[in-house]
T-cell receptor, first 115, second 115 residues
């Protein structure tokens, strides 16, 4: 089944404790992206990647890191999480090179709480 | 900078009645526009997109959207609403080809369809 998977789905952590949220897609998509969803703010893009080893900042990159060493994986790293990073996070992917404006496929989301 | 506005936080409609969810955008040049739907505890799912051509775009589940360049709008419509349409709807915009790779979402509109 074609899908985007994220792990973990739920995470409660404490301020300053480094964490990684994994994202993997099995559709051979070039484009991958991370978003956070907050009430009243909709989805805001954190980082995106056009292909392996190519990443760029979205609208709210502060406090986050990403890497794209393999085409299928795009982990989101919080080096020192803070309470304002408590949010619902979504990973998404799309086939870019065929048509750069293809729809994106979203993962199920990761609900992160930072105490 | 590009932006999307969804002026209504919530839209209530009776089952069987037509529904409209409003979206206006701001972007330089000809935009690429999308609608996504989010059901409870799920990731976003693609509904439809406007790239070029006919201003009336048809999508999944009987939804359609009308692109109006003069009013910079891309309202989502359905002739007859179902209770199962109740969900959170997001409008999104990409800049025209060559203008970057960022997808900007609106804040979302909660659609509630009642019997």
């Amino acid at each position: 089944e074609a899908q985007v998977t994220q792990n973990p789905r739920y995470l409660i952590t404490v301020t300053g404790k480094k964490l990684t949220v994994t994202c993997s897609q099995n559709m051979n998509h070039e484009y991958m992206s991370w978003y956070r969803q907050d009430p009243g703010l909709g989805l805001r893009q954190i980082y995106y990647s056009m292909n392996v080893e190519v990443t760029d900042k979205g609208d709210v990159p502060e406090g986050y890191k990403v890497s794209r060493k393999e085409k299928r994986n795009f982990p989101l790293i919080l080096e020192s999480p803070s309470p304002n990073q408590t949010s619902l996070y979504f990973c998404a992917s799309s086939p870019y090179l065929v048509d750069p404006y293809n729809e994106q496929f979203f993962g199920p989301g990761t609900r992160l709480t930072v105490l | 900078a590009q932006s999307v506005a969804q002026p209504e936080d919530q839209v209530n409609v009776a089952e069987g009645n037509p529904l409209t969810v409003k979206c206006t955008y701001s972007v330089s040049g000809n935009p690429y526009l999308f609608w996504y739907v989010q059901y409870p505890n799920r990731g976003l799912q693609f509904l439809l997109k406007y790239i070029t051509g006919d201003n009336l775009v048809k999508g999944s589940y009987g939804f359609e959207a009308e692109f109006n360049k003069s009013q910079t709008s891309f309202h989502l419509k359905k002739p007859s609403a179902l209770v199962s349409d109740s969900a959170l709807y997001f409008c999104a915009v990409s800049p025209p080809r060559g203008g970057g790779n960022k997808l900007t979402f609106g804040t979302g509109t909660q659609l509630k369809v009642e019997l």
